[in-house]
């Protein structure tokens, strides 16, 4: 079974830096197209980044320069690294696995992770 | 860069067909047979219900459906149920280094 569980999310001062993870498991990360999603509260979903299989990635003009995403191998794990944190961030981030269509839908969510800006 | 366009709410009866529609560009809906359709019920995640345009996961009932006609793609609910009251998204493949672009979510009231 597919599952996907993200954790390192919480309460973080504007500016600050945040790493999220994804633990994976039913499936391996490296052979999948992995991305992050965020929903701030009461609004709707934005794609964030991308983790080809072959290493490749991608972001949102608003978080290129200031996210990374990565992943262990080893641990089977997709990382979210955040900096320079704006209020603007505060979301629920999801990690999410492609189904069908090279990487441009999301077949498999986790139950997400909440990360607040605030002072 | 903005968002696909969609309806903000829409309602019907059980039993009934409702339609919510998508609207972008010739780079993105338009330009693309990568444009999916997700249900998301309060504090849920989201779930997969129809990619590259019109094709169902296992899984997902035949009353949804999925269509596209020029830079418009459309999600179909037929028989409505009282289970299909969500929160429904499109997305779809842009051509720029935005990968994916959502719309902006369309509330389904079942009446």
């Known amino acids: 079974e597919v599952q996907l569980v993200e954790s390192g999310g919480g309460l973080i001062q504007p500016g600050g830096s945040l790493r999220l993870s994804c633990a994976a498991s039913g499936f391996t990360v490296s052979s999948n197209y992995m991305s992050w999603v965020r929903q701030a509260p009461g609004k709707g979903l934005e794609w964030v980044s991308l983790?080809?299989?072959?290493?490749?990635?991608y972001y949102a003009d608003s978080v290129k320069g200031r996210f990374t995403i990565s992943r262990d191998n080893s641990k089977n794990t997709l990382y979210l690294q955040m900096n320079s944190l704006r209020a603007e961030d505060t979301a629920v981030y999801y990690c999410?696995?492609?189904?069908?269509?090279?990487?441009?839908?999301?077949?498999?969510w986790g139950q997400g992770t909440l990360v607040t800006v605030s002072s | 860069q903005s968002a696909l366009t969609q309806p903000a709410s829409v309602s019907g009866s059980p039993g009934q067909s409702i339609t919510i529609s998508c609207t972008g560009t010739s780079s993105d809906v338009g330009g693309y047979n990568y444009v999916s359709w997700y249900q998301q019920h309060p504090g849920k995640a989201p779930k997969l219900m129809i990619y590259?345009?019109?094709n169902r996961p296992s899984g997902v009932s035949n009353r949804f459906s999925g269509s596209k006609s020029g830079n418009t793609a459309s999600l179909t609910i037929s028989g409505l149920q009282a289970e299909d009251e969500a929160d429904y998204y499109c997305?779809?493949?842009?051509?720029?280094?935005?990968?994916?672009?959502f719309g902006g979510g369309t509330k389904l009231t079942v009446l």
């Open positions: 999410a696995r492609a189904g069908y269509s090279y990487g441009y839908d999301f077949e498999y």
């Open positions: 590259e345009v019109s």
């Open positions: 983790l080809y299989s072959g290493g490749s990635t």
């Open positions: 997305s779809s493949k842009r051509s720029s280094a935005t990968h994916v672009v």
